[in-house]
Nanobody, 124 residues
Framework: VQLQAFGGGLVQAGGFLRLSCAASGRPSRSYVMGWFRQAPGKERKFVAAITWSGGRTVYADSVKGRFTISRDNAKNTVYLQMNSLEPEDTAAYYC??????????????????WGQGTQVTVSS
């Protein structure tokens, strides 16, 4: 399985971006997709995740109400719509795949595959 994330960029505070992550060679069973982010000198942190059906989504408190995760299984793609961006959202964003299937987990150690990261920079 390979994950490729794209859509990052430079945006002013209050602006928006939409990240995408395409999975190739996906596993034959259901899987959870998640987004994490890592700022320079800091640990990687959970942002959001979604089950295969899309019926369950989980968000970090810091992004609730501003970010929306969704997925298109026909395209093997997960999205992260980021609105009302703040300078504190500046980080490299990584998509990840968890083979567990049904449980949305927020620990990076639970995820099996990772994309290469896409940089999001929010200026004040």
């Amino acid at each position: 399985v390979q994950l490729q994330a794209f859509g990052g960029g430079l945006v002013q505070a209050g602006g928006f971006l939409r990240l995408s992550c395409a999975a190739s060679g996906r596993p034959s069973r259901s899987y959870v997709m998640g987004w994490f982010r890592q700022a320079p000198g800091k640990e990687r942190k959970f942002v959001a995740a979604i089950t295969w059906s899309g019926g369950r989504t989980v968000y970090a408190d810091s992004v609730k109400g501003r970010f929306t995760i969704s997925r298109d299984n026909a395209k093997n793609t997960v999205y992260l719509q980021m609105n009302s961006l703040e300078p504190e959202d500046t980080a490299a964003y990584y998509c990840a795949l968890d083979l567990s299937g049904l449980v949305v987990r927020d620990s990076s150690s639970e995820y099996d595959y990772w994309g290469q990261g896409t940089q999001v920079t929010v200026s004040s």
